[in-house]
């Protein structure tokens, strides 16, 4: 008889995967964390499978005897590829439920490379006849933690956005419904994940500045700019990616608040007071 756990939380080391193992662990759910760390720990009761995605084999013993998996990649050119055929091996090994993590806006026509690939991999997930779970984020309030360092020594944080809203949304937020949807019974479909407001940088800059209780301050750059700031911390097409990304924000496309983290989860999503409390050690 298989007794080892039967949900498979992949990147458990990141962002998203480890939000999901804490949500799971929170449950008292057994999982396994597909990563490329030996050794890894883990939160609560969970198992450490070891691999690559591009390892086949890797990914195949992983699968094994699973039920639903939660399906996030590393943030490379090759996401797309990967996810298509981890897609592929799921289905084989009898997988009942696909937690993918889309995001939001996803769509095949988007002049952003990101919304694009993740809307394929959607239609392909719909396509696999595996139950499906995709989660649609906004922009990840943890994600301007890119800036600690300029803001840590000069106070600011720099993007092309002007006064553009952005529905930012916990990572935490995100676990929680991933972890939610991984017990679930059935797929829950399509579900964007927003914070409870839209912000503009500058309000997102002061809540920093107020938790922090130091000087931090919104500048709107041009974009090219903006790109030089990031020099050394991402790669060129990831900072290709990010200049698209905020083109698409500053055009008022991700203002929106949805209400589905509160209708999965039971209770309102986190507001940006709370990470700015958490991140303030972090940009003194």
Request: hydrophobic share 50%; proline share 6%.
């Amino acid at each position: 008889m298989n007794t080892s756990p039967s949900v498979l939380v992949t990147g458990v080391t990141g962002a998203t995967g480890s939000a999901t193992a804490r949500a799971l662990a929170a449950r008292g759910i057994a999982y396994r964390g597909f990563t490329r760390r030996d050794g890894a720990p883990l939160p609560g009761d969970g198992t450490v499978v070891r691999g690559d995605f591009d390892d086949r084999e890797a990914v195949a013993r992983a699968l094994e005897g699973v039920g639903a998996a939660y399906l996030v990649t590393p943030s490379t050119e090759r996401a797309q590829d990967q996810q298509l055929a981890f897609l592929d091996a799921a289905r084989e090994a009898g997988v009942a439920h696909i937690v993918l993590l889309s995001q939001f806006a996803a769509a095949e026509d988007s002049p952003v490379r990101f919304l694009r690939y993740h809307a394929v991999v959607e239609a392909a997930l719909r396509a696999s006849r595996m139950a499906s779970t995709a989660l649609r984020p906004n922009l990840f309030m943890q994600g301007l933690l890119v800036y600690r360092d300029l803001i840590r020594a000069q106070g600011i944080v720099p993007a092309p956005i002007g006064d553009a809203r952005v529905s930012a949304v916990h990572v935490d937020d995100i676990g929680a419904v991933a972890a939610h949807a991984l017990v679930s019974e059935t797929g829950l479909g399509v579900l964007d994940l927003t914070g409870p407001a839209a912000l503009t940088h500058a309000e997102m800059a002061s809540a920093l500045a107020r938790a922090a209780e130091r000087d931090i301050r919104f500048v709107d750059v041009p974009a090219p700019a903006f790109a030089r700031s990031l020099e050394g911390l991402l790669p060129a097409w990831q900072v290709e990616g990010l200049l698209e990304d905020y083109a698409h924000y500053a055009a008022g496309e991700a203002e929106r608040v949805s209400p589905d983290v509160e209708r999965v989860t039971g209770r309102p999503a986190r507001p940006f007071a709370a990470f700015a409390a958490e991140a303030a050690p972090l940009l003194r």
